[in-house]
């Protein structure tokens, strides 16, 4: 199977942050807006669903949102997701499905960290699904460029530089 035939086969598109997406659930029922945080800006579906295919070629740059958002690996190579708390603190996880190798098949990225993935392995892509709850809404999605996010976290000044697209 080739990065064409999964875009292909589940039509997919450009995500702004990198990659390929599709949404593929979004609940019916809602959360009214005064019941969430003061983060959310009008209601949100109780829970939303993607597909997203990560190539060696690009990277889905730092970003962050006001849900908890859970990556589940389907297809393909190890993902490498790089987080920074709102506190500072750098870590990361392998998304795959190599367990004795310490990479899990699913991860949860707490909301408000700045978040971007990478597929470690050259000419291969990440095939996952993501799931958002709240649901996701562009209205969560915070896309900065390099030099905002440089100036929070100094400290993280390479990676953030490798992973951001300007």
């Not at 795959?96 to 470690?120: M, T």
């Not at 905002?148 to 976290?153: G, W």
Request: charged share 20%; aromatic share 16%.
């Amino acid at each position: 199977m080739t990065i064409n035939d999964i875009i292909n086969k589940f039509d997919l598109s450009q995500h702004p942050e990198g990659g390929y997406f599709k949404e593929t659930y979004r609940s019916s029922g809602s959360i009214a807006n005064e019941n969430l945080s003061t983060e959310f800006i009008g209601d949100r579906n109780y829970s939303t669903g993607i597909y997203f295919l990560l190539t060696s070629d690009s990277f889905s740059a730092f970003h962050k949102i006001n849900q908890d958002e859970m990556w589940h690996f389907y297809l393909g190579t190890t993902l490498k997701l790089h987080m920074i708390s709102p506190e500072g603190k750098y870590s990361y996880v392998l998304i795959g499905n190599d367990i004795l190798n310490n990479e899990v098949p699913q991860f949860v990225v707490p909301a408000q960290y700045w978040f971007a993935a990478e597929v470690i392995q050259g000419n291969s892509f990440a095939f996952t699904g993501c799931t958002v709850a709240p649901g996701f809404d562009f209205k969560d999605f915070v896309l900065p460029e390099r030099k905002e996010l440089i100036q929070l976290f100094p400290q993280h000044k390479e990676v953030i530089t490798r992973l951001t697209h300007s």
